[in-house]
């Protein structure tokens, strides 16, 4: 299965752009990326998510490299309210009826600075 | 609301005790899944199912068992048979396996005394 690779811990001054980096080298072309977010003792929550195009939405946006082997996601200007773990994770539609199982890595703990 | 519903949100058991989580969605998603997420660690799959009456294992379904009778209801069973049963569970749904976006519980936090 395609896995995915990010920082461990990340950190960003209040008010200031975040790029958070996922590697993905081994994705296929149909996996989807997703990003998804988790605040302490919540359940995560999702984010954004692309195949091939960037894409922008209300909470932030995804860049895909070209050659979809990394892609980052953006947030335009961190509040407090943005420190979490962040999850880059992909999906694929299912391949000859049994579904390709989903695992989250450790993901990338956010620190936002006031 | 739609959306997805774990409880209890805290359990305590005594070692030996088999203990029901329960979770509940009204979104008419046909998947459900239930995560096993440790301190400081990822979420790892447990048990998923793509349709009613069908599941399959995850990663670490040794020691749980899970039932799929009816589409909006997914409940996990840890038994005495998992080893280390402390953690943070959580179950998530989403329209299709994957496909789509994910939905997530609250989480239930199981400790055993």
């Known amino acids: 299965d395609a896995k995915t690779t990010q920082p461990n811990s990340m950190e960003s001054n209040e008010e200031e752009p975040v790029h958070l980096p996922c590697n993905h080298s081994t994705i296929s072309g149909t996996d989807y990326i997703h990003w998804y977010r988790q605040l302490p003792s919540q359940g995560p929550e999702y984010v954004i998510h692309?195949?091939?195009s960037n894409v922008n939405n209300r909470m932030a946006s995804l860049a895909i490299a070209e050659d979809r082997k990394s892609s980052t996601l953006i947030l335009h200007r961190a509040t407090l309210r943005d420190a979490a773990v962040y999850y880059c994770?992909?999906?694929?539609?299912?391949?000859?009826?049994?579904?390709?199982?989903?695992?989250f890595g450790s993901g990338t703990q956010l620190t936002v600075l006031p | 609301d739609g959306g997805i519903t774990q409880s209890p949100k805290y359990l305590f058991r005594k070692e030996g005790q088999n203990v029901t989580l329960s979770c509940e969605q009204n979104?008419?998603?046909?998947?459900m899944y239930w995560y096993r997420q440790d301190p400081g660690q990822g979420l790892r799959l447990i048990y998923y199912?793509?349709?009613?009456?069908?599941?399959q294992k995850g990663d670490i379904a040794e020691g749980y068992s899970v039932s799929r009778e009816k589409k909006e209801s997914f409940p996990l069973t840890v038994t005495s048979a998992q080893k280390n049963p402390t953690a943070f569970y959580l179950c998530?749904?989403?329209?299709?396996?994957?496909?789509?976006?994910?939905?997530f519980g609250e989480g239930s936090r199981l400790t055993v005394l």
């Open positions: 199912s793509q349709i009613v009456n069908d599941f």
């Open positions: 998530a749904s989403s329209l299709a396996a994957n496909t789509g976006e994910l939905f």
């Open positions: 994770i992909l999906r694929s539609p299912l391949s000859s009826g049994s579904a390709r199982q989903l695992t």
């Open positions: 692309g195949l091939t």
């Open positions: 979104l008419n998603h046909d998947a």
